[in-house]
T-cell receptor, first 109, second 113 residues
Framework: RKEVEQDPGPFNVPEGATVAFNCTYSNSASQSFFWYRQDCRKEPKLLMSVYSSGNEDGRFTAQLNRASQYISLLIRDSKLSDSATYLCVVNENNNDMRFGAGTRLTVKP | DAGVIQSPRHEVTEMGQEVTLRCKPISGHNSLFWYRQTMMRGLELLIYFNNNVPIDDSGMPEDRFSAKMPNASFSTLKIQPSEPRDSAVYFC???????????FGPGTRLLVL
């Protein structure tokens, strides 16, 4: 079983749609969680950290469920510029960051 | 502010040649990471340093790979001899502290023929 699992997609949605990604992790002792965004042929960039209480940044909402060991990312009112691959990242032990394979999103006009 | 700097951005070489990838982390960052990304295996951590000291190299695929960090502002990843299966994008990342947000460089696209 992979340490961090994501639905690879692709998710193809129209502009304005709401889309949700889920990610599961295997190590119950994992300490911190992140969503990164990677554009085609670019480096991954931090989108947002994920906190136990859930957190929101504009159109993006991230949630963590420690009991079920999953993380989610919700994108509301999706824009063309949201098209990218979204990587779920779990920090298992300080610097031991595990990346999911990524979920590809395409937002179409 | 300068981000993580990697060179070269692209490298094409022949099997058996030595390849050296370079990274300059963000000034003041204490942790440095080398990753490899392929379509088949995704993003894999190869090795990371904390305060210039290698902490975990369990991700280094084999003895052909080596990494050094002689000072806080420079690191190298060397492959000798290179093989076609080493073709990938190699990213360097740095973070201010252990467990902190990692900032990635633009990557080096390596093609071994």
């Amino acid at each position: 079983r992979k340490e961090v699992e994501q639905d690879p997609g692709p998710f193809n949605v129209p502009e304005g749609a709401t889309v949700a990604f889920n990610c599961t992790y295997s190590n119950s002792a994992s300490q911190s969680f992140f969503w990164y965004r990677q554009d085609c042929r670019k480096e991954p960039k931090l989108l947002m950290s994920v906190y136990s209480s859930g957190n929101e940044d504009g159109r993006f909402t991230a949630q963590l469920n420690r009991a079920s060991q999953y993380i989610s990312l919700l994108i509301r009112d999706s824009k063309l510029s949201d098209s990218a691959t979204y990587l779920c990242v779990v920090n298992e032990n300080n610097n031991d960051m595990r990346f999911g394979a990524g979920t590809r999103l395409t937002v179409k006009p | 502010d300068a981000g993580v700097i990697q060179s070269p951005r692209h490298e094409v070489t022949e099997m058996g040649q030595e390849v050296t990838l370079r990274c300059k982390p963000i000034s003041g960052h204490n942790s440095l990471f080398w990753y490899r990304q392929t379509m088949m295996r995704g993003l894999e951590l190869l090795i990371y340093f904390n305060n210039n000291v290698p902490i975990d190299d369990s991700g280094m695929p084999e003895d052909r790979f080596s990494a050094k960090m002689p000072n806080a502002s420079f690191s190298t990843l060397k492959i000798q001899p290179s093989e076609p299966r080493d073709s990938a994008v190699y990213f360097c990342a740095s973070s201010l502290r252990q467990g902190g947000t990692q900032y990635f460089g633009p990557g080096t696209r390596l093609l071994v023929l």
